[in-house]
């Protein structure tokens, strides 16, 4: 018991003289009327930082940035959880500076590459096209289209291939790999040392992203957080959460993706998200969440099977290496 508090203490402690902070956050917004930024994670091992997901914007990339010059030591690796463009344009940013820098990442960015990204940049040409489009938004899209039509700036340079024990920058992490989730290849981390999940958009706040979603698959990956003994989970987006938040957020999730497979009818099933997942939703975005859960819904949920399942196997199985054995 007093060993439990006393470990507790130095968790909320981190900025006390002499005792480590077990991870930096640097939190991603998720702004109303432009894309989103990932959560930046940023650890300390024996050959420089390791940063998990680089965010979207260029003032996300500087404040990663900013913080290994404050400390005085270099960044030397980048994890990826996945490669949603909030999670990985900023790679490029800070390869810029540290070229020497190790990509940790699945393969899953190649099949999403002539597919999903083929036809968001097919979009993005319309919107840059339309002269309604916002300074911002154009900003966004070019930045967007930049590391699009260059993939080899965020492509990893180490693949993550399959779960295990990994040694990144000198420390030794529990890396796993969730296959069609989130999306094709999710990559979280658990660090046993701290006991902190680092878990990508396998747990975003107030509502799953769930654009290029398997949904058997995500719950499956869930299940395997869940088997992990955490103490606190920094989730894609949002706060950190403690496991008692987590398993909340599970079962919302399950019953929203139960009830998008039901019957019910639709607006049941975004009420109840918006109820399960209440303590996670700010004021702010509450309709932005009803939007979101209704559009998942039907696009993801409630889509023909053959639509349904497009994220459950590979998008292009020839881009994939044999993991391993
Ligand atoms: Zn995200």
């Given at each position: 018991?007093?060993?439990?508090?006393?470990?507790?203490?130095?968790?909320?402690?981190?900025?006390?003289?002499?005792?480590?902070?077990p991870y930096h956050l640097i939190?991603?917004?998720?702004?109303?009327?432009?894309?989103?930024?990932?959560?930046?994670?940023?650890?300390?091992?024996?050959?420089?930082?390791?940063?998990?997901?680089?965010?979207?914007?260029?003032e996300h990339a500087q404040a990663?940035?900013?913080?290994?010059?404050?400390?005085?030591?270099?960044?030397?690796?980048?994890?990826?959880?996945?490669?949603?463009?909030?999670?990985?344009?900023?790679?490029?940013?800070?390869?810029?500076?540290?070229?020497?820098?190790?990509?940790?990442?699945?393969?899953?960015?190649?099949?999403?590459?002539?597919?999903?990204?083929?036809?968001?940049?097919?979009?993005?040409?319309?919107?840059?096209?339309?002269?309604?489009?916002?300074?911002?938004?154009?900003?966004?899209?070019?930045?967007?289209?930049?590391?699009?039509?260059?993939?080899?700036?965020?492509?990893?340079?180490?693949?993550?291939?399959?779960?295990g024990r990994m040694n990144i920058?000198?420390?030794?992490?529990?890396?796993?790999?969730?296959?069609?989730?989130?999306?094709?290849?999710?990559?979280?981390?658990?660090?046993?040392?701290?006991?902190?999940?680092?878990?990508?958009?396998?747990?975003?706040?107030?509502?799953?992203?769930?654009?290029?979603?398997?949904?058997?698959?995500?719950?499956?990956?869930?299940?395997?957080?869940?088997?992990?003994?955490?103490?606190?989970?920094?989730?894609?987006?949002?706060?950190?959460?403690?496991?008692?938040?987590?398993?909340?957020?599970?079962?919302?999730?399950?019953?929203?993706?139960?009830?998008?497979?039901?019957?019910?009818?639709?607006?049941?099933?975004?009420?109840?998200?918006?109820?399960?997942?209440?303590?996670?939703?700010?004021?702010?975005?509450?309709?932005?969440?009803?939007?979101?859960?209704?559009?998942?819904?039907?696009?993801?949920?409630?889509?023909?099977?053959?639509?349904?399942?497009?994220?459950?196997?590979?998008?292009?199985?020839?881009?994939?290496?044999?993991?391993?054995?």
């Amino acid at each position: 018991m007093r060993r439990a508090v006393i470990v507790g203490m130095l968790l909320v402690a981190g900025s006390a003289p002499g005792i480590a902070q077990p991870y930096h956050l640097i939190p991603g917004q998720v702004p109303l009327d432009k894309g989103p930024d990932g959560n930046t994670v940023v650890l300390d091992a024996p050959k420089g930082l390791i940063v998990f997901d680089t965010g979207r914007h260029p003032e996300h990339a500087q404040a990663i940035i900013d913080y290994a010059k404050q400390r005085g030591r270099p960044i030397a690796a980048i994890v990826n959880s996945h490669w949603h463009l909030d999670h990985t344009t900023g790679n490029w940013d800070l390869r810029q500076v540290y070229p020497r820098i190790g990509i940790y990442a699945s393969e899953a960015l190649n099949g999403a590459l002539g597919t999903f990204l083929a036809d968001s940049k097919a979009g993005a040409e319309k919107r840059l096209a339309d002269p309604k489009t916002s300074p911002a938004e154009r900003d966004q899209i070019l930045r967007g289209r930049s590391v699009l039509d260059h993939p080899d700036r965020i492509r990893p340079n180490r693949v993550i291939a399959k779960s295990g024990r990994m040694n990144i920058a000198g420390r030794t992490l529990d890396v796993h790999l969730a296959r069609f989730a989130a999306s094709e290849g999710d990559v979280w981390i658990y660090d046993p040392k701290s006991r902190t999940a680092i878990v990508g958009d396998l747990v975003v706040d107030i509502v799953p992203f769930m654009d290029t979603a398997c949904a058997e698959g995500w719950r499956k990956a869930l299940g395997e957080i869940a088997r992990v003994p955490f103490q606190t989970l920094i989730p894609g987006h949002g706060p950190a959460m403690s496991r008692v938040e987590f398993a909340a957020w599970r079962m919302a999730f399950n019953n929203f993706v139960d009830c998008g497979h039901s019957s019910r009818p639709g607006k049941e099933c975004v009420e109840g998200w918006s109820r399960d997942a209440a303590q996670f939703i700010d004021a702010a975005h509450k309709d932005y969440v009803k939007g979101a859960a209704g559009y998942y819904l039907q696009t993801r949920l409630r889509s023909p099977a053959e639509e349904r399942q497009r994220y459950c196997r590979p998008l292009s199985p020839a881009t994939w290496r044999k993991p391993a054995a």
